[in-house]
């Protein structure tokens, strides 16, 4: 009778050995019966506690992605400003030289003076 019960072990740990993967699983929890249950559904707050953290953590990551690629538009825009504003800017002192000014007023009809300006003063 011990041989008869040691070749039954036996043969149960071979089976089990074979066996793997999510049907052995969910056979161990079902061959468990009513304490498993009880212990999958103790343990199951925590479960949906990890799966709303990895949620949270996919959605940070998102909107970080987004917020990048924002702060890259932006700055790249910045950039194209400074430049028109550079470009604004040295275009403005060129023409405002006092031989561009006097070629386009000389079109105008309107000379340089070649005499220095005096102050006309009225006395009472």
Excluded at 19 to 46: A, C, T, W, Y
Excluded at 117 to 122: C, D, G, L, M, R
Aim: net charge neutral.
């Amino acid at each position: 009778m011990s041989q008869n019960f040691t070749n039954e072990h036996e043969e149960q740990a071979s089976t089990e050995k074979k066996s793997g993967g999510f049907g052995s699983l969910l056979g161990k929890i079902d061959s468990v019966g009513e304490s498993g249950l009880r212990q999958l559904l103790l343990n199951m707050p925590f479960v949906l506690f990890l799966v709303v953290l990895a949620t949270l953590h996919i959605a940070n990551n998102h909107l970080a992605d987004n917020m990048a690629r924002d702060i890259a538009k932006t700055e790249k825009q910045v950039k194209d400003l400074h430049w028109k504003y550079m470009t604004s800017t040295s275009d403005l002192m060129q023409k405002s030289k006092l031989s561009e000014v006097a070629v386009l007023v000389n079109t105008q009809g309107l000379r340089e003076l070649r005499i220095p300006p005096y102050k006309i003063e009225v006395k009472d």
